[in-house]
């Protein structure tokens, strides 16, 4: 029902800085939230910035100050400026969405981007 297109990624000098965007496609959806996720090979999965309909943010502690997650509600976007980017933030960035839809009941959905990759050389 939903698709989610993110893209920006790529290589870049420590202290350089990228944009990430996320289109959300398709139709008789609402997204609630929306945020990135960012995996390195042998580390897990974690959240690096959230961001609500409302426009309330969250951001992991390593990136506070130097990424920034902003939101398009009319053109179901949200984007990730990263700045002063260093090597450790290297890792395929997923975009995430949180809706929901109504089948007797309402149950939440949750969406996946394909990922983009994000290089950050020393």
């Known amino acids: 029902q939903v698709q989610l297109a993110d893209s920006g990624g790529g290589l870049v000098q420590a202290g350089g800085s990228l944009r990430l965007s996320c289109a959300a496609s398709?139709?008789?959806?609402?997204?609630?939230?929306m945020g990135w996720y960012r995996q390195a090979p042998g580390k897990q999965r974690e959240s690096v910035a959230s961001?609500?309909?409302?426009?309330?943010?969250k951001y992991l502690d390593s990136v506070k100050g130097r990424f920034t997650i902003s939101r398009d509600n009319a053109k179901n976007t949200v984007y990730l400026q990263m700045n002063s980017l260093k090597p450790e933030d290297t890792a395929v960035y997923y975009c995430?969405?949180?809706?929901?839809?109504?089948?007797?009941?309402?149950?939440?959905?949750?969406?996946w981007g394909q990922g983009t990759q994000v290089t950050v050389s020393s």
């Open positions: 961001i609500t309909s409302k426009g309330s943010r």
């Open positions: 398709g139709s008789d959806f609402s997204l609630d939230a």
């Open positions: 995430n969405a949180l809706g929901s839809h109504y089948n007797g009941g309402y149950y939440f959905d949750e969406y």
